[in-house]
Structure formats: structure tokens, C-alpha cells
């Protein structure tokens, strides 16, 4: 360890820091960590990449340590680095991070491209920079040396050039063929380099074998080793739930103990970390972690680059001390002639890579020459050749260190700093029109959102007088992709704004895109789309509502769906997963045939006493296990058989007749018990071929036993006693049922997989269609993208019904784990708001919070099945019912249970409503228009088709509206439905008035359920997750809103209001609010223009429901007498549990053929809705 010299002559200044010894590299280290953080911060104003600043920065400090001894005390150790110590130390965390940032799914189509520019491309160059140093430079170098040296400048370094390219948001494939190339050529040139410098020193001969087993270890074994390692540390963190230290620490322990691994076996640690990063991605850590993970990675990242460039730059100024004029020149041929070289290599490439891949352009063979610059690695290597004794000093060792150094200081100092303008002049900093029209309707919805917060805060007692002029002006948001003035106007690229002129009239006519113009948008909204779907199955799996496993599979789909043009994720797409095919499926099939085809049920017993008495001793469960008890007391004598103890052959030979006339014994009575079928069972079949084989090894045991036999016939006496240990193959049939569960728990695990992928593909299809609007501004795009997604979730729904019509129990399994997960993170969120609010201890938090993840933990071992619910459990769960168990003992009496056979027509559209279905099984086909809400006409509302299964709710807002039924309901598969008449329903809101009453809490389940999908498609709330939406209606209350009443709203007690039934107009603006919508902020003051209109009001988070709206009072009242008796007059009463319904005439009108006979209890499994 090199430490700062001791000053010892007293003086003050630098004396003062010699007074005790210190490790000076330390210093240094966090000195260059520090100004780096210095430099970054003043390059905020500049264009200079930050690298290339710190390597300039070492290059001055190494300079000032030459006619400063007190400098060259702390540069002197760093300058005289170790290579492999430089290397082991960087290189893990510079390759890792690369690699996990980058999109594996691209990685991979982009392969061949990678390993032709890699290891082709690399030979090449490698080649011709060692003709060029060989044959041109007047060093002479051997062919060994120059091989040696183009391995060395022929590596490049990808940081720079990928970093901006991304910046720029180039397309992605260019950034990750840079970034792919250098990563593979470095793991070429680090063996290139080792094999030429062994035989330069002349350490070892050319062995073909060894340098072949060398080739194997590297191409073969370091991506083996990296995969293994990948899968390994997969496993590791499967077992692992929201620790983010021990996430956190086994990444970056992988990275360096992989890199160390492969290159103590001989391998490359460079592709072996490589691989593990690319199969390794943010999925596989958990969700809570995400942030922390990257953060760390960036830092590690950073603090690597700093160090890196600053060593660098150090050590290439002890490299120019020795310069002179001939070098100068040398190293710029040399610069030159690394970037011809580089060009002539691609252009001598292209034709292949323009044909695999994503293509090849000639602006990206530009960028991979241009980009191409030297940095950490090409410096490793060089101090490798420097340090290595067998080189000579002067003529191989300084000359390479002092060629090389120069590549890298100019390739540093021209390349980097020019690329930004060199991308520009290619046209790769051009932004299109599809994205400048996305970034303009961006800017206008975060200006809209602006103004709705400003016009908030204006109300807001303490802000009141505040400088609302300066306020607009310092939160106006540019657009950054605006022209010039000279160029056209960002709004003309805008189809919401577009016009063109009549030539016959010069009116403007809205401009109509070309075909192009609209493949190419259509083409930008489907990859927005596809990003946006990514974006909603990464939500399903950080609220826990999708597991690792499938969340991965939907992502990976959604990758390969981008490179497909105008393709979109389809059912089919999905569909394989959950598909009852492969190697499990095929097992079961054959375990239950082995197994089942011998029982009772399948034979009847004979009328004959004697043959019916062997029927009932077969068929019972305690000659089976005497049977199994027989065959493991003969495994003993037969082992003996086989060992050198001969004075008890007699009685192993007695012992042999014994247990042979029991399977003879055996084989008769359940020949007598089957009769004719004894013959067509598989396990009796096997029992002849033993009683045959043991026939056959008694008579050769009798014939040949006492007399002397020859060597052939002793082996045929062997081959039999081998035969007897088949006799404890039929202990496989105990196995089997054991077998049996195994391979339908794993049957279950894949449909539960298949379902959890269907279930998260729906539900991205629902979220991306409630933002369609956001993704493009042209109607016609908009309309054709609502049309696919609609399609594709129509599709998804209608299998997923299937799918639990036939496995019930695992819809349910999934479900239930989902609303366990839902309300565990609604638990854990309450935890973290009274933690924050100070209402709890950070130890009583932590308990609290703890006892939650172990609970979530648990859910990743969550059983596969669980049995469906019964017609009176899903009865008791109606959400309005809220557990109250006269309500529910009150729909127990009233309540009546319908069958439909497919096709019968469950609701007749335009029919008056005959009260609310809930579905118990099956599944129903909803075809018509969207709910009547009273705001709009029905040529206003959309047509709808829609599938539902088991636990939907059928009718509600038309019984409590008395409006005619908008949809036709059908069933697609038999189907049971519990119905509560529409009477039966009038009369329990005369039964249970009090506050809240049964009609209020219907009203308010329909209007939080409206509230969320219109809230969900507001841009303010579009980052919101559904739990999220949840908890912010939880407090939300239901307020009449009578005709021409006006009502003040957004005065400091409300959050959100949302029209969920009529309509309403804003008395300032005089625009109409038409339910569904959630009014804007800007509006304060309302009046009704329907009827009858329903808020639904969020209060603000300190104030009670009652105290923001004291007309919530007026529920408690209850009907008059002569209200109450006119509802009364049309009610009839039924008895039992659930009411038995016959004749259906009276429910379902023209429908009466459907209803079925009714069993008068309720079946015991049932199928629960999607």
C-alpha cells in the first residue's frame, strides 16, 4: 500500500497533511467522486458529455503530478493500477447495468446482427489495424504483437453513444446494436488478445486442442454458466417478497461473484454477465423494489463512469511523457485509420445485415463508425500488454501504451463531443409528425390540468391573493418539440386543427391525412397502445393482481406484437396458455385408465352367491391391502436370493411355492368376481405375466436344482430370479392415486397460470380502452383502435367463461387470491397514511406492516382450486346488503331460483324491468345499448355486446328507475340465476327505511361503480391503479339533485363530483354535464335540468360524510302511509329458503319456455363469474 509521504521539516501549508500517514488513493477516489458531481452539476448549461470532461480532468491531475511531488503522491498508486484489478472492479457493473437496462425481447431478434459485427467484424478489423502496425509502422512488431495491438484499439465503448441515441429517442434498435456489439466484440478481443499475447512471449506453444477447448469455454460455456446463474438467482428471489436490502444485495453480489466465476474457469466474464443481466429483469425482484433497484443500479453506473474515465485519464498522461514527434503523427494515422477500417468492415457486412434483424440503414452504419469510440475496456487491456514482463520495454510495451492512449484521447475528444451534431446532420434528431402531434396534445392536457388546479387554488382561503398572473406564467409548459418560426407551426400537425382551403369557395375544410399519413399514425397508436397495455399488466403486478410468472408472459407477448406491424395481442395469442394440452394432461390420461378401469362401478356383481361373495371380497378396500402386505413380505426372500447364503435355499424355494399359490389364489377369485372382464385390465393382464414368469422360473428351479447344470443354463436360472422383482411392481398402484393428485395439482397450477394471463389480458384491454381518446387525436384511428380492443376483450371474456363453466374452482381460486392481495394493500396503504400523518410509532408501523407482508408472502403459496360458492353464499355477498342479516333473511324468503337451457332468453330488451338476476353458474351474452342514465338520447348511446358469468348482477338501475330493460340477456351456456322480483324489491325499501336506507345503498353501489369508469378515463386520474380509485370514493356519498335546484359545488368540502345519473349544467359556462362525467374543477355552481339526477360527491379527506352534506339527513325519513301502501299493493310472498318458481310467466314474459323444473335446494357448487 502506497501512502502519503511524511513531512517532516515543520513547515505549515502541505506539511500539515503529512503529518500522519494515510492511504492517499482514498483521498483521491472520493476526491474524483466529489468533482465529478461538481462538473455534472455546471454541465447542466453545456453539450459536453460528462466522461469526456472527467477524462480531461485526469489527463490535467496526471500532468500536474509531474512538477508536483505532493500531486504525484495520490496519482502515482491509481497511475499504476493493476489491469485485472481495473477490470474486475468496473467492468461487472458497467456490463450488468447495460444489460438490464436493456429490452431482452429486442436483444434477441437483434442477435445475429450483434454476433456479425462482433465477432466477423472484430477478425476483420483485428486484422487490418495489424497489417497497418505491422507492414506501415516503423516499430518492428511481429505478427503476434500486431494481433495483439488490433484486439486492443479495435474494442469499443458503447456509454456515450447508446446514452444520447436514447436521449434523442432514436429508434431502439441502433442503441442496443451499439450496446450489443461492444459488449460481445469486448468478450472477442479479451480472448483475441489473451491467445496473441501468450504467443508473443513465447510463455506456451500452439496447442489446436487446447486453443479448441479455450473457444468451447468462452462461446459455449460462459453463456451456459450465465444462464444457469440467471435461473439459479430467479429461484433464490421467487422465495423472497418486498426485502429490498437482500434484492438489492444479491444483484450486485451476482454481477461480480458471475464475472469472477467465468473468468477463473477459463471463461468470459464479460458474455457470462451479459446473459445473466439479459435473462434477469425488473420482474423477477419485487414490485415495491422497482425504484430502489434502478436507483442503485444508476448510482453504481455513475460512480463506475466517474472513476473510470478519471483513472483513464491518469494513466494516458503518464503515457505522453515519453511523446514524441513520430508518435504524434503515428497516433493520428492510427485514429484515422481505426475509423476507415471500421467503415470499410461495415460496408463490407451490410448486405447481411440489412436482411436479419431490424435492417440496416446507412445512416445507422454512420452512427456504429462515428459512435464508435474507445474508452474503459481498450485501457484495460493496454495496461494488461504494459505489465506483461515477456514484451520488450521500449519497442512493444511503451509504444502500445502510448498508441493505444492517444486513439483514446482523440476518440474522446472528436468523436463524443461531435456526435450530438453529427446524429443531427444524419437527420436522427428529426422528430416525426406522428410524434409531434402526440407531444402537442400531451402539452394541451397538462396546460388543461393546469388550469383546472389553478382555478382551484384560487378559492383556497390562504392563497386567495395571491400573484395569480405570475402563477400562469411560471407554470406554462413548452412544448419541447416546437419549430421555429421560420418552419411550420406546431399546431399543423395536429388533425384536430389541420385545415385546408376550398379552391372554389376558400373556406377551410378539415384536412384529411393520406394514406400514408394514416398508416404511419395508425402504426404510432398501435405501438402506444401496445406500451400502454405493458404499462397496465406492470401495475397488475405491482398491486399484486397478477403474478410474476404471468406478468412476464404478457410483457414478453406485448414485445413481440411490436414487431409485427398492425399486428395487436389477441385471445389466441393468450389462449395457449390455459389450453388442456402437454405432457401433464397426457400422464393424467393415462394414471386414471390404469387406475379406474378396475372399479366396482364399472362391473356388476353376479346374481350367483357364491360368485357375488368373490365380488364383494375383491372389490374391498382390505384385499388390497393384504395383497400389499403379501408382496412386501416376498421382496424379502427374493433379496435374499440374490446373496451367497446357501444353506437356507430350501426354505427360500419353500417360500417361493407359498407366495406363487397365493397369486395363483388371488388371480382366481378375481377371475370368478370380473369374469369376462378379468382379461381387458391392464394390472391383471400383468398379474398373468407374473404368474406365468414365476411358473416358468419354478419348473427350471425344480428341473435343475439338484443336478449339475451348464454355465448357459445358470444364466437362464439368473434371468428368472431377476423376474421375481417384478412381482413388487404392483406396489406402483398404491403410487398412482399419490400420482394422480401430483399431476392435477400441477394441471391446476398451469390453469390458474392460463387464467391469471387471461384475466390481466381482459383487464389491460378495459384500461387502454378508457384512454383510447388520449392516445390519438384522430377519430377515425380512435374509432378503429375502440373497435380491436373491444373485439379482443369481447373475445377474452367469452373464453375466460368457458374456461370457468369447466374449472370452476380455479376462477375461483384466482379471484379469491386477488381480493385477499386487493384488501391487504388497501391495509398496508392505511398503515402508511397513519405512519405519515404521525398517528403511529415507526416501530408499531413496522409490526403492523410486517404482519401484512407475511400475509402476502402466504398468497404465493395459495392453493389452485377452492370449491365454488353455494347460490345463498353469493346472495349474502351483494355488495348493498352489507352483511345485514335481516335484509338477507329477508331476500332468503322472497328470493326464487331460475334454470336456462343455451339460447333461452334470460331479459328481453324494452321489456319493464321483473326484477335483479344474480347469476349462481353459467354464463349470459348481453347484447343492446349502454345504460339509460337519464342524460342522454338513445341514438346517443352506444351499442354494446358484453359476456358475464357467475356472480353478475343483472337490472339493478332499472328497478330502482322503472325504465324498460336497454339489453337482451341470452345464455351461452345452462345458466342459473337467482331473481329477486322487482315487488319483492319495493317492499323491502319499505321494510328497511332507516339510514342508510336499502334504496340509498343500492344507489350508491350503481354510482361508485359508474364514478370509477368515469373517473379511470379522466386524464387527471389515468395513473391511478382501480385500488387507488377504490379508496377514493370510499367516504363518497349519493345527493339528489332536483330540476331547476342549484347547487354549490368544489367550495372546499368536495373533491370530486361526478353526475351519475340526468344531467346538470354549469350556471358560469352554460355547458351541460351529461351522467356518466365527472364535473371540472372550474365549475362552482350547478342546477338539475332532469328529473331526477344523482351526484356522486367525494369529500375532502378531513371532513365526515354528514358534515359536508347535511342533506344526507333527509334519508332517515321513511315513505308516507299512502306511498307505502301503493307499493304494497302489487306484492306476493313465497316461502323456504329460496322460493321455488315453477311457471315462469310471470317473470320473464315471452320467455316462459325457458325456465326449467327447479330442485328445491341449491346445488352445492356453482361457477363464479369472471
Known amino acids: 500500500m502506497y501512502y502519503v509521504a511524511q513531512n517532516s521539516s515543520g513547515d505549515t501549508g502541505w506539511g500539515i497533511l503529512y503529518q500522519h500517514k494515510q492511504p492517499g488513493i482514498i483521498l483521491t477516489i472520493f476526491g474524483a467522486c466529489l468533482f465529478g458531481a461538481i462538473v455534472r452539476t455546471l454541465l447542466k448549461s453545456l453539450t459536453l458529455p460528462y466522461t469526456v470532461v472527467m477524462a480531461v480532468c485526469g489527463i490535467l491531475m496526471g500532468f500536474l503530478s509531474f512538477p508536483y511531488e505532493q500531486v504525484d503522491s495520490y496519482t502515482n498508486q491509481i497511475a499504476n493500477i493493476d489491469p485485472e484489478l481495473l477490470l474486475h472492479t468496473f467492468m461487472p457493473v458497467l456490463i450488468f447495468s447495460c ?234 494515422v492510427l485514429y484515422f485509420a481505426v475509423y476507415i477500417i471500421r467503415s470499410i468492415t461495415i460496408v463490407v457486412l451490410s448486405p447481411v445485415l440489412v436482411r436479419i434483424g431490424y435492417g440496416f440503414r446507412w445512416q445507422w452504419a454512420s452512427v456504429c463508425v462515428w459512435g464508435g469510440t474507445k474508452g474503459a475496456f481498450c485501457l484495460s487491456l493496454t495496461l494488461m500488454a504494459f505489465h506483461e514482463q515477456g514484451l520488450d520495454e521500449h519497442l512493444v510495451r511503451e509504444k502500445v501504451l502510448l498508441l493505444a492512449s492517444g486513439v483514446v484521447v482523440l476518440s474522446l475528444l472528436i468523436n463524443a463531443t461531435t456526435l450530438t451534431k453529427f446524429l443531427k446532420l444524419l437527420g436522427l434528431c428529426d422528430v416525426s409528425v406522428v410524434k409531434r402531434m402526440a407531444m402537442y396534445s400531451a402539452v394541451q392536457r397538462v396546460t388543461e390540468s393546469s388550469q383546472n388546479t ?265 434371468v428368472f430370479k431377476m423376474f421375481r422383482l417384478t412381482r413388487a411392481l404392483r406396489l406402483v398402484k398404491i403410487v398412482i392415486p399419490k400420482l394422480i393428485k401430483v399431476t392435477n395439482r400441477q394441471i391446476s397450477k398451469q390453469l390458474s397460470f392460463g387464467y391469471d394471463i387471461g384475466k390481466g389480458y381482459v383487464i389491460g384491454e378495459e384500461d387502454i380502452s378508457k384512454i383510447i381518446d388520449h392516445i390519438s387525436d384522430d377519430k377515425s384511428i380512435s374509432t378503429e383502435l375502440k373497435s380491436i380492443l373491444e373485439k379482443n376483450r369481447l373475445e377474452g371474456v367469452r373464453e375466460l367463461g368457458f374456461l370457468q363453466r369447466d374449472h370452476p374452482e380455479i376462477a375461483i381460486s384466482v379471484k379469491t387470491r386477488q381480493a385477499i392481495r386487493a384488501v391487504l394493500n388497501s391495509e398496508r396503504d392505511t398503515i402508511h397514511s397513519l405512519m405519515s400523518g404521525g398517528l403511529l410509532d415507526d416501530i408499531e408501523a413496522a409490526k403492523l406492516q410486517k404482519m401484512i407482508e407475511i400475509k402476502m408472502k402466504k398468497l404465493t403459496k395459495f392453493p389452485p382450486t377452492i370449491s365454488a360458492p353455494t347460490a345463498e353464499e353469493l346472495l349474502k355477498s351483494l355488495p348493498w346488503l352489507s352483511k345485514d342479516t335481516s335484509q338477507i333473511n329477508f331476500f332468503k324468503r322472497v328470493a326464487q331460483l331460475l334454470f336456462f337451457d343455451f339460447g333461452d332468453t334470460i331479459i328481453q330488451q324494452n321489456d319493464a324491468p321483473r326484477g335483479i338476476h344474480l347469476i349462481v353458474s353459467g354464463m349470459v351474452k348481453i347484447t343492446g345499448y349502454s345504460p339509460d342514465l337519464g342524460g342522454k338520447k338513445l341514438k346517443d348511446r352506444n351499442q354494446q355486446t358484453d359476456y358475464r358469468s357467475c356472480g353478475t348482477i343483472l337490472g339493478e338501475l332499472n328497478c330502482l328507475t322503472q325504465q324498460p330493460m336497454e339489453v337482451t340477456v341470452t345464455s351461452e351456456t345452462a345458466t342459473q340465476t337467482c331473481l329477486i322480483p322487482i315487488d319483492s324489491l319495493l317492499e323491502a325499501f319499505d321494510v328497511f327505511p332507516e339510514f342508510p336506507s336499502l334504496e340509498y345503498k343500492i344507489w350508491h353501489s350503481l354510482a361508485v361503480k359508474i364514478s370509477t369508469t368515469a373517473i379511470m378515463e379522466h386524464i387527471v386520474y389515468q395513473g391511478w391503479t382501480y385500488r387507488q380509485i377504490c379508496n377514493h370514493l370510499a367516504k363518497a356519498y349519493v345527493v339528489d339533485l332536483e330540476v331547476n335546484r342549484k347547487l354549490n359545488i368544489y367550495d372546499g368540502t368536495m373533491e370530486d363530483v361526478v353526475v351519475v345519473f340526468g344531467r346538470c349544467d354549469d350556471l358560469q359556462s352554460l355547458s351541460s354535464y351529461l351522467a356518466p362525467v365527472l364535473i371540472s374543477r372550474t365549475t362552482h355552481q350547478i342546477v338539475g335540468t332532469a328529473n331526477t339526477t344523482k351526484l356522486l360527491i367525494v369529500p375532502t379527506a378531513h371532513l365526515e360524510t354528514k358534515e359536508s352534506c347535511p342533506e344526507l339527513q333527509k334519508l332517515n325519513s321513511v315513505p308516507c302511509l299512502r306511498h307505502a301502501a301503493q307499493r304494497r299493493s302489487s306484492k306476493h310472498t313465497g316461502s323456504g329458503l329460496l322460493k321455488t318458481v315453477v311457471s315462469g310467466e310471470s317473470l320473464v314474459g315471452s320467455s316462459k319456455e325457458s325456465l326449467k323444473v327447479v330442485e328445491q335446494k341449491v346445488p352445492s357448487t356453482v361457477r363464479l363469474e369472471f
Request: hydrophobic share 50%.
Open 454 to 718: 389553478l382555478s382551484m387554488l384560487k378559492i383556497d382561503r390562504f392563497l386567495a391573493d395571491a400573484n395569480w398572473e405570475t402563477a400562469e406564467q411560471r407554470v406554462h409548459v413548452e412544448d419541447p418539440y416546437k419549430t421555429s418560426t421560420e418552419e411550420v407551426s406546431i399546431e399543423d400537425f395536429c388533425p384536430t386543427a389541420r385545415v385546408t382551403k376550398c379552391p372554389d369557395c376558400e373556406n377551410n375544410i378539415p384536412y384529411v391525412p393520406s394514406q400514408r399519413e394514416r398508416e404511419d399514425m395508425m402504426e404510432e397508436a398501435r405501438m402506444r397502445v401496445l406500451k400502454a397495455q405493458k404499462t397496465s399488466y406492470w401495475k397488475q403486478y405491482s398491486s399484486g393482481m397478477l403474478n410474476r410468472q404471468a406478468a412476464r408472459t404478457l410483457i414478453n407477448t406485448a414485445d413481440n406484437m411490436s414487431d409485427l406491424k398492425g399486428k395487436f395481442i389477441t385471445v389466441q395469442d393468450v389462449k395457449k396458455y390455459w389450453e388442456m394440452k402437454g405432457f401433464f394432461v397426457i400422464l393424467l390420461r393415462k394414471l386414471e385408465d390404469w387406475l379406474y378401469n378396475v372399479k366396482a362401478e364399472k362391473l356388476k356383481p353376479s346374481r350367483h352367491p357364491w360368485l357375488k361373495l368373490c365380488y364383494q371380497v375383491v372389490f374391498s378396500v382390505s384385499f388390497e391391502y393384504v395383497m400389499y402386505v403379501l408382496i412386501l413380505l416376498n421382496i424379502f426372500p427374493i433379496a435374499l436370493g440374490f446373496t451367497d447364503i446357501t444353506h437356507y435355499e430350501l426354505e427360500l424355494q419353500v417360500l417361493n411355492y407359498i407366495f406363487c399359490a397365493l397369486y395363483v389364489l388371488e388371480a382366481i377369485f378375481k377371475a370368478l368376481a370380473m369374469r369376462r372382464a378379468y382379461i381387458f385390465n391392464h394390472w391383471n393382464q400383468f398379474d398373468i405375466f407374473i404368474l406365468l414368469v414365476s411358473g416358468v422360473d419354478i419348473y427350471i428351479e425344480t428341473k435343475f436344482g439338484l443336478s449339475e447344470i451348464n454355465f448357459h443354463m445358470i444364466n437362464i436360472v439368473r
Open 99 to 332: 444489460a438490464f437496462e436493456i429490452e431482452s425481447h429486442n436483444f434477441w431478434k437483434s442477435l445475429p446482427q450483434v454476433l456479425l459485427l462482433a465477432i466477423p467484424g472484430f477478425l476483420i478489423s483485428t486484422s487490418m489495424i495489424a497489417l497497418l502496425v505491422v507492414k506501415v509502422f516503423a516499430y518492428k512488431w511481429n505478427w503476434y504483437v500486431g494481433m495483439m495491438f488490433g484486439a486492443i484499439v479495435s474494442t469499443t465503448d458503447p456509454f456515450l453513444s447508446s446514452t444520447l441515441l436514447r436521449t434523442l429517442g432514436t429508434a431502439k434498435a441502433l442503441p442496443l446494436l451499439i450496446e450489443g456489439e461492444s459488449l460481445f466484440s469486448d468478450g472477442a478481443s479479451y480472448i483475441i488478445f489473451g491467445v496473441f499475447k501468450d504467443f508473443a512471449t513465447d510463455l506456451v506453444p500452439f496447442e489446436a486442442s487446447q486453443f479448441c477447448v479455450k473457444m468451447i469455454l468462452q462461446l459455449v460455456g460462459s453463456p451456459l454458466l450465465g444462464f444457469i446463474m440467471a435461473k439459479f438467482i430467479m429461484f433464490w428471489l421467487s422465495y423472497i417478497f418486498n426485502d429490498g436490502l437482500i434484492e438489492i444485495t444479491i444483484s450486485l453480489a451476482t454481477a461480480y461473484i458471475t464475472f469472477y466465476v467465468a473468468q477463473w474457469l477459463g471463461m468470459s466474464g464479460v458474455i457470462t454477465v451479459l446473459m445473466v443481466g439479459l435473462l434477469l429483469d425488473i420482474v423477477n425482484f419485487s414490485p415495491e423494489v422497482e425504484v430502489f433497484l434502478i436507483r442503485f443500479w444508476e448510482m453504481l453506473t455513475y460512480l463506475a463512469n466517474t472513476l473510470i474515465f478519471f483513472i483513464v485519464g491518469i494513466v494516458i498522461s503518464r503515457a505522453f511523457q515519453h511523446l514524441t514527434l513520430n508518435d504524434f503523427f503515428n497516433i493520428i
